[in-house]
């Protein structure tokens, strides 16, 4: 069982920056893919960055994104975060974070485990 708390997210204005966090519970964080997802009002759940189970074997962005947000993890301190920049007030939605067995699910939108999200608010 993973328990996953995302944190971090706030009002900013457009090409502003935020950087959400999202804490793991349990002993076997590092063996899961991470990854952030978003959903804005009357929108579903799309697809923002995953991250395979070591930092250094890849991540994935959704087009969108690509050059101003950054996935990161922490195996040691069991933590995944999303630097984001140059936000757009596109981007204003909760956003969730997400932990999944298999890398390749998660652009699929398919997880293991999910947090509660984080509202990110962009003022233009």
């Known amino acids: 069982q993973v328990e996953l708390v995302e944190s971090g997210g706030g009002l900013v204005q457009a090409g502003g920056s935020l950087r959400l966090s999202c804490a793991a519970s349990g002993r076997t964080f590092s063996s899961y893919a991470m990854g952030w997802f978003r959903q804005a009002p009357g929108k579903e759940r799309e697809f923002v960055a995953s991250?395979?189970?070591?930092?250094?074997?890849?991540?994935f962005y959704t087009d969108s994104v690509k050059g101003r947000f950054t996935i990161s993890r922490d195996n040691v301190k069991n933590t995944v975060s999303l630097q984001m920049n140059s936000l757009k007030s596109e981007d204003t939605a909760v956003y969730y974070c997400?932990?999944?067995?298999?890398?390749?699910?998660?652009?699929?939108?398919?997880?293991?485990?999910w947090g509660r999200g984080t509202q990110v608010t962009v003022s233009s």
């Open positions: 991250i395979k189970r070591s930092d250094f074997s890849g991540s």
């Open positions: 997400a932990a999944a067995a298999e890398f390749q699910l998660l652009s699929l939108l398919r997880a293991d485990y």
